[in-house]
């Protein structure tokens, strides 16, 4: 992941406002100070998938509290080809992008190496994870919807809660990967429409799955 760096179009600085606004709403948000986004950004380089691509450019990053839970949220856009019909016969690519969320947040146990992603999803696993997947025969839908890997089956197993396993999968298309304590989502598809985070609650959720 990159740290935008040009100037931020009317368009996205709206969207942004909007989201922050929601958030302020439900929970204590403060906006990280430049030192902070810099740490965050190499925080995220030592995760595997999408999340730390080049492709997508961190925006910007807020703290968000309630009840003794600490959230990071970070905007970011994700850029991608297009390709598109110019006249006749002629295709032009272009590149466009979409804006994301993606949320940090700390676990209260050490799980080591764990990816959780869509079945269909097919990025590039490194040598650290077990080449097999693990089952939760307990959560059928969060099987079904999910494909788990591990640098440690048993660890995982034991220290991945059922109502953490219930949660996501009530929800598609998304992106857990964790590092040891630290938890990292991201949805894949973009922010919606009325620019209020759904990421946020969400990871809220997740975390209290641990009940401490």
Not at 8 to 33: K, P
Not at 83 to 107: C, I, N, P, W
Not at 169 to 178: A, Y
């Amino acid at each position: 992941m990159r740290r935008w760096t040009s100037h931020l179009d009317a368009y996205t600085s709206e969207r942004i406002d909007r989201c922050v606004a929601g958030l302020r709403g439900r929970f204590g948000v403060e906006q990280l100070r430049d030192f902070e986004v810099q740490d965050l950004v190499q925080r995220l380089a030592s995760f595997q998938t999408t999340i730390s691509t080049d492709d997508t450019v961190l925006i910007d990053a807020y703290h968000l509290t309630e009840k003794g839970i600490d959230v990071t949220l970070a905007l970011f856009e994700h850029q991608f080809a297009q390709r598109r019909k110019v006249t006749r016969g002629h295709m032009e690519t272009q590149v466009a992008s979409a804006l994301h969320e993606m949320a940090l947040v700390d676990l209260p146990v050490d799980l080591g190496r764990v990816l959780i992603r869509p079945e269909s999803l097919g990025d590039k696993v490194s040598e650290w994870f077990a080449k097999r997947e693990i089952d939760f025969e307990d959560h059928p839908t969060f099987s079904r919807r999910y494909y788990v890997l591990a640098d440690d089956d048993g660890r995982a197993r034991r220290g991945l809660p059922g109502p953490f396993l219930q949660k996501v999968g009530e929800v598609e298309r998304m992106v857990i990967e964790i590092n040891g304590r630290v938890l990292a989502a991201m949805k894949l598809r973009p922010m919606a429409d009325d620019d209020q985070s759904a990421l946020a609650p969400l990871t809220f959720d997740l975390r209290r799955a641990w009940g401490r």
